[in-house]
Structures are given as C-alpha cells and as structure tokens.
C-alpha cells in the first residue's frame, strides 16, 4: 500500500483546510487514519476511520473541529480541519492498518505516507 498526503499549507488561526490521502495497492478493508507530529514532539494519534467510513475516532485536542471522511471509490481519506489552532500545527502523516480489521484507532499502523505540513498562525 503506498499512501500520499496532500493539502497541507499555512493559514491563520480560526481558518479551516483540508487533508487528502490517496491510496493505491491493497486498500480493501483497511482502516485508515492520521497522525501529527509537532517540532519537538512525539508523532501522535489524531483521527481515524474503518474501511465502512462507519466508525470513527479522535483525539480529544480535535474532537468538534476535525471530521475524518473517505471516499473508496476514489480510495482516497480525508480530513477536515476547521477553527485551526496554532498548536494544531504539525507535519500531518496518512496511515493505514492492512486487513479487514474494524479499527479506527489504528492501534497498529502498516503503512505510512510522507507528510504534509500544517501550519497555523495566530
């Protein structure tokens, strides 16, 4: 599975983007997520998604400002971000779990995209 973020940039606080992650390979039944990792900072979790799109799960930084999607069709994940903080600044990173597992957590990660970096201003 090869995973590409995309849609990173620099905005104001308050302002929103959005993240895409295409993936291409064995993408049946994954569970797919993001992660972020700030300067200074362990990577951390930060929202995920089953393969149905049916359950989801965030962090509690970003719950009420994020909202993780994806489209199968287009094997492709999204993340919503709105009312950006400065400290949501981070290179924000794709990842998947192989296998028809129902895991949105992605209490384990097989796959990683390269990131795309955020950065918020206030």
């Known amino acids: 599975v090869q995973l590409q973020a995309s849609g990173g940039g620099s905005v104001q606080a308050a302002d929103s983007l959005r993240l895409s992650c295409i993936a291409s390979?064995?993408?049946?039944?994954?569970?797919m997520g993001w992660f972020r990792q700030a300067p200074g900072k362990e990577r951390e979790f930060v929202a995920g998604?089953?393969?149905?799109?049916?359950?989801?799960y965030y962090t509690d930084s970003v719950k009420g400002r994020f909202t993780i999607s994806r489209d199968n069709a287009k094997n492709t994940m999204y993340l919503q971000m709105n009312s950006l903080k400065p400290e949501d600044t981070a290179v924000y990173y794709c990842?998947?779990?192989?296998?028809?597992?129902?895991?949105?957590?992605?209490?384990?990660?097989?796959?990683w995209g390269e990131g795309t970096l955020v950065t918020v201003s206030s």
């Open positions: 990842a998947a779990r192989q296998g028809i597992v129902n895991d949105p957590k992605l209490s384990r990660v097989d796959y």
């Open positions: 390979g064995r993408t049946f039944g994954n569970s």
């Open positions: 998604i089953s393969w149905s799109g049916a359950n989801t």
